[in-house]
């Protein structure tokens, strides 16, 4: 992409409105606009690393059996009605009447429309297990909605709902949830740890929620700090093995960690001091079992080996990719910007062309690009014509893992500069070894 | 990907409620599921194809210029008072009223949204050209929704607007968007004819709406035969080009072509007797230069090359994959099922193994599982305990371009049959020939 063609509203000055560095970092950054209180236009920039982080979500959901489809984002009271949580919501529910006066309402979340798609057509424990998934716009009317799209009122939610004959199916299908969620934070950069949590207005006996820690996080949270230095499963991990799964979980929730809901003191007390972690955390997934709450009263039942038709065990699983945005900016910035991790950088390299107009540099520039992009990688190519420092800048602040700078003085010996935003390293080379190093 | 691990509903019955041919075939093949009136769940063979048509829409979205970002479906009334339509929009606007009483809309289209955005980063004519795309979900409350997707009221919207200093610019813009929506529909299998439109609430002087041929059709249209031959532009059309872009889009409207609310008898009698098309059409794009329709009361305004402050002249450019959906299947079905064109079809092969739990089947099955897999290519492997009939009609049913059959008997003798859905031809030939064919 040429920058001159591109839509990139950096912004010079910090938005006096945002309290947080994400918030700060993504409307300077051009990635995001207020529209409504809580409700955000997505920018060019910021729409690419949305659909980075959905991308990363969906080939791990993908990867544990879940299986993707795509639910309205309006609803009908009634299903509500059914299965008794419409007056439960309370405010944060946004009610709407249609022209017919019927009562409707914007999903906060799909429990009841995913039990009722179910009850529709699966009739025999022989169809089990089923997962399925959706990444969907949600809105809950907040009180105050603040930190950007940390806490918006309109949000993305990936939300899976897993269908189960049995308590051991559902733990099962569960733990492979729980499994695919320290895959795909890992993946995202962050360090999610797997916290014992309060199961709220969904209900049911069992929940995580996988916290991040950082110091604009919204609540207190509690842990060993062995869970910082945990491996993470792998690709190949054993989702259809039960045993071996349920393993993993096992060592995954062997050490205390808990939410401040349902923080235990006593407990805590007995880690060792030099392991308690007591720091802010955000919650960036939150997965629940809870049997047959909404299965019983919405008659969502399937035939068991007997023909006896049973209420089938459910769970459900989010993860809020617009949330996460934010997240990650938190979890990785500096003074300069954001520092992207590679798998949801809005582009992996970044060209800047130092001297717009000079044909030996123009020519230089138009061959890396042309090379990035034939190899498949993305590209943000600064060609406007502007001074070097504000490119410098604007580099920094966008966040771009690779920084590859083509100016008059380095092409006169052969060299162009290869910047890691990470780390900051800077190497020189020769134009083809930067396109070696790149494509490699 | 396995179908014993697939979610794919099938009715038997053909739905009572269903009145036209893609609305039935959907809800057969399991890919929708009525969650209210007008309102779908897109089950996981649906949500394939919606991806699969979204990413068309996109790639020649890019290919003109247009630049991705993503708006909120939820609006402030206010921004729709500035433009003063608001009021004008009638019952189909969703209205709603937020916790702190504030009126909120369900956006059904968004050229107010997109001018807030532009008025608060652009200043300079040099910013210019700039179109801006979104593909997001709309609401719009049809009195009587029906023809499943065709005609819902939660539906899904790619919309683009452009903006540009003067009516030359916009006209150009304008024409980048014509010439890219030829392209789109073409891809899709369909033979989309512009026609001279009316404009209704979105407002301005010039139109075309984007029209397939069918029985089934919402309206009826006029226009000469010769449109149904012409060629499409090509990959490289030159976009940047005004003149040569200009000439394309003459030749595309130099024939008699209208809506019956543009329709003129007089004109249309020109038109050879035998080249006189009278026929039912399907909407499936529109697209619209309205000026300074909103810039002006909006004050979305750039400093010109003097310095001096105009308003920006835009366009806006609409296409619904989700009715584009059921547009393909009315325009490609038999009596057996849908027939997918391969851009859109939710798997490229549908693998059916005729006797599962024999031993050499199942290997040679999961053979050309692996290796169809390793290509890179969509595979729905039927590996469910069935007789071949019902898989045979299952396959025809959801209309994957390629039917791969794999049975003792032929395999007895080193053959699996390759159907060709749409041509219904049929193949014998080895398990290592079929795959070298399809990979190929």
Chains 1, 2 share one sequence.
């Not at 996080?217 to 062995?226: A, I, P, Q, T, Y």
């Not at 945005?325 to 590679?342: C, F, L, T, Y």
Request: glycine share 8%; aromatic share 10%; with cysteine.
């Amino acid at each position: 992409m040429r920058l001159s063609r591109y839509f990139l509203p950096i912004l010079r000055e910090t938005p006096k409105e945002a309290e947080i560095v994400s918030h700060r970092l993504m409307l300077r950054a051009g990635m995001l606009r207020q529209e409504s209180s809580g409700i955000y236009a997505w920018l060019p920039l910021g729409k690419r690393v949305l659909d980075k982080v959905c991308a990363v979500v969906r080939e791990e959901q993908d990867r544990a059996g879940a299986i993707e489809c795509l639910m309205p984002t309006i609803q009908s009271a009634e299903l509500w009605r059914e299965s008794g949580r419409y007056d439960d919501y309370g405010k944060e529910m946004l009610r709407i009447k249609d022209r017919h006066e019927r009562d409707m309402l914007f999903g906060p979340t799909n429990e009841e429309m995913i039990t009722e798609i179910f009850r529709g057509y699966v009739r025999s424990y022989r169809d089990l297990p089923l997962n399925l998934y959706h990444i969907q716009w949600k809105f809950r009317d907040e009180v105050r909605p603040r930190f950007g799209v940390m806490r918006s009122r309109e949000f993305l939610m990936k939300d899976a709902y897993s269908f189960d004959i049995d308590q051991d199916g559902a733990r099962h299908s569960y733990n492979k949830m729980f499994v695919a969620y320290l895959r795909t934070f890992a993946r995202l950069g962050l360090r999610a740890i797997p916290m014992v949590a309060d199961t709220g207005p969904i209900g049911g006996n069992l929940s995580h929620e996988f916290i991040i820690l950082a110091d604009t996080g919204e609540s207190e949270v509690f842990g060993h700090s062995d869970y910082l230095e945990k491996d993470i499963p792998g690709e190949n991990a054993p989702f259809d093995d039960r045993a071996k799964l349920q393993s993993i979980v096992d060592h995954w929730t062997s050490l205390y960690a808990a939410t401040s809901e349902k923080h235990d003191q006593a407990e805590f007390s007995k880690v060792p001091e030099k392991n308690r972690l007591s720091a802010r955390g955000i919650e960036v997934g939150h997965i629940f079992y809870f049997g047959t709450k909404y299965s019983e009263p919405m008659k969502a039942v399937v035939a068991g080996p007997d023909g006896k038709e049973l209420p089938v065990h459910m769970g459900s699983y989010g993860i809020g990719p617009s949330r996460l945005v934010a997240a990650i900016i938190e979890a990785s910035h500096d003074e300069n910007g954001i520092i992207w991790p590679e798998d949801v950088a809005p582009f992996r390299v970044g060209l800047a062309n130092l001297k717009v107009g000079d044909a030996v540099v123009d020519a230089a520039c138009e061959t890396l690009y042309q090379g990035l992009g034939k190899a498949g990688i993305d590209v943000l190519y600064d060609d406007r014509d502007e001074r070097p420092g504000a490119k410098f800048a604007t580099m920094d602040l966008i966040g771009l893992p690779w920084q590859l700078v083509v100016g008059p003085k380095g092409l006169a010996s052969g060299e162009v500069e290869l910047k890691h935003r990470k780390t900051g390293e800077k190497h020189t080379l020769s134009p083809e070894s930067a396109l070696a190093r790149l494509t490699g």
